[in-house]
């Protein structure tokens, strides 16, 4: 039986189950489900059956969801849940632990840690151990009230079920805890904070989203929209004549420049999911160039520069560096100049059966935590003429580039030249980068 069949008949029997023949329309409406009138001789879950026929397996889910919560039905809700999540990004075991054991021994301050888990877990059914005769509602009050520090918050995710129910059961269990009437002012803070730190390993941050006299009320919400899918090959720099690309194992994805490779860089560690720090292209470097450390940012620094085309784009560059490379440290985002989205092996000229890629190379690209990819263009009149007059024509090729691009997850922000040099370019330059650190939680470190 497939996943939706058996999702389709936990929700038949749950019908059957809570709902007498006349209850059931009434009962399923409740969760979207038209069931049909009682007919002598069909049985309750036949009805509920044919009234879940055709369902796509998200309505399927969402019934499930609904009627779980109407009927506290953990089993029924979890179902739909797992669902109504799947192909989605997951908050894992590790940093499920991880945010556990930033409360310590305490989940909810001041409020009742028994009420805040009865309202999300069947506590009150579920035994310790096999052997137990009590309750888990009584054993977490012994452990973590009675005798509070018995039981790590950690121990007691463990005993919940909190370490592997769905993602947003666990996120309720989060908000709840960090609920005012628990925890107010800078405490709830800097525990928001800390568990912010751990839950942007998976693309999840605590952000504000209403308020209670006064005090902020959080949720948990997905970080950013980035691309899906990894990095795999980095080639920027280009300052020469186009490489030739090919592959050395294609079923890698491993590709070995073939010539003019002296005109290019290609990046090839892995890129982890914090995105590509200044100071692991600065170490890499290291090793490409075979130049000492404290010569390694320095001659990288003129490399990149030199792949540059225009006085906008080197202060750009510059700016970058001059105001934030202190600022950062360790933690600034490489500002890769040149780098190629589409290659197209092909001369143009020669192209006879099809037009050639737009877009081929960026100006700037940050790869930033949680595959958030930034596109920075600096626009000279090429952009929107050709020969010196206006052209609706390359003006559409490039804001078709853009809208690909942008669908495809990625950020675009384009900078007129004559924005990027003169006296005021200076400004201009660190009032957008400080708001792209605002805007993606970039900080300075301690």
Known sequence: MSGASQ??????????????????????????????????????????????????????????????????????????????????????EIT???????????????????EIVRKLF???????????????????????????????????????????????R?????????????????GQAALVDELNVVLRRDGY????VDEESGYPIYRVVPLGRGPTGSPKNLIF????????????????????ILSNAASCLVYDRPIRRDGLLWSELVEWWRGVAGVEPDEAARTLGLRLRASLASDAERNLFDTYFRLYRAKL????????????????????????????????????????????????????????????KPSLAAYSEMVAADRDLRLAGYEIYRFGSNELVGGSAAALIQRFFDRLWVFHKITTPA
């Open 205 to 208: 941050v605590l952000n504000i």
């Open 329 to 388: 440290g360790t933690t600034l985002p490489a500002l890769i100049p040149q780098v190629y989205l589409h290659y197209d092996p092909a001369v143009v000229k020669l192209l006879r059966h099809r037009a050639g890629l737009s877009r081929q190379r960026m100006d700037f690209l940050l790869l930033l935590p949680n595959h958030q990819r930034i596109v920075v263009e600096v626009d000279g009149s090429q952009h929107f003429s050709q020969g010196g």
């Open 237 to 256: 720099a280009s300052n020469g004549p186009k490489p030739e690309i090919g592959f050395s194992d294609a079923i890698n994805n491993d590709i070995v």
């Open 122 to 168: 069947p506590i009150d059914t579920m035994g310790a151990d096999f052997f137990s005769s009590r309750s888990l509602a009584r054993d977490i009050e012994q452990h973590m009230i009675r005798n509070q520090g018995d039981w790590s918050v950690e121990l007691l995710f463990d005993q919940i079920g909190a370490l592997a129910c769905s993602r947003d």
């Open 7 to 92: 999702l389709s008949e936990l929700i038949a029997e749950a019908l059957k189950q809570r709902a007498t023949n006349d209850q059931m329309p009434s009962v399923a409406m409740g969760a979207g489900l038209v069931v049909p009138d009682y007919e002598e001789g069909v049985s309750k879950k036949d009805r509920a059956r044919q009234a879940l026929a055709g369902k796509t397996d998200r309505e399927l889910g969402e019934i499930a969801r609904l009627l779980g919560v109407q009927f506290g039905d953990f089993a029924l809700e979890e179902a739909g849940l797992a669902v109504l999540e799947h192909g989605t990004a997951a908050i894992t």
């Open 170 to 186: 666990f996120n309720r269990l989060i908000e709840a805890a960090l609920h005012p009437l628990g925890r107010r002012g800078p």
């Open 96 to 114: 499920r632990r991880d945010a556990a054991k930033c409360f310590g021994d305490d989940l909810c301050g001041e409020q009742d840690v028994v």
